[in-house]
């Protein structure tokens, strides 16, 4: 059903769920939670060039903290999600519609053109910098 309803025009789609540890250097004591999710990101890129030619898209979305049951034990108190969001560049945690509107953009026609991409929903943390090495001093 994938391939035999797929066309240029339309293409099928699959969206995998990644998340922002996959691309991090720190586990936070979750390694396995890491490699696997680094695993789907190739994975992710290895369907989209095998799938391409027969007009599927194959991407994933790298959420950053969500409030979720997953996350609960974290940020899941009005204390610990004031705590989460402060790791946030954007200042805040995700929110349902983030997800939505990532989802919506890849199986979309907007997204009829992107194959291989591993979308970074995560409020800036994958382009925030490292602590720096010298306390701060320039």
């Known amino acids: 059903m994938l ?16 998340s922002v540890m996959g691309t991090a250097t720190h586990a936070e004591n979750a390694y396995a939670y890491s490699a696997s999710k680094a695993a789907v990101h190739h ?3 290895i369907l989209a060039q095998e799938f391409a030619g027969r007009q599927v898209t194959v991407n994933a ?3 950053g903290p969500f ?3 997953m996350t609960r034990f974290a940020i899941g108190d009005e204390a610990g999600a004031a705590r989460g969001a402060k790791t946030v560049p954007m200042g805040r945690l995700g929110r349902e519609d983030d997800i939505a509107g990532a989802i ?4 979309g026609r907007g997204g009829a053109y992107t194959t291989g991409a591993i979308l970074p929903v995560d409020g800036g943390l994958g382009v925030a910098p490292p602590p720096s090495m010298f306390g701060g001093h320039e």
């Open 61 to 63: 979305i790298a959420p």
């Open 67 to 69: 409030p979720t049951n």
């Open 3 to 18: 391939f035999a309803s797929a066309n240029a025009e339309r293409p099928s789609t699959i969206v995998n769920l990644g």
């Open 43 to 45: 994975l992710t890129r």
């Open 104 to 107: 919506l953009f890849l199986t």
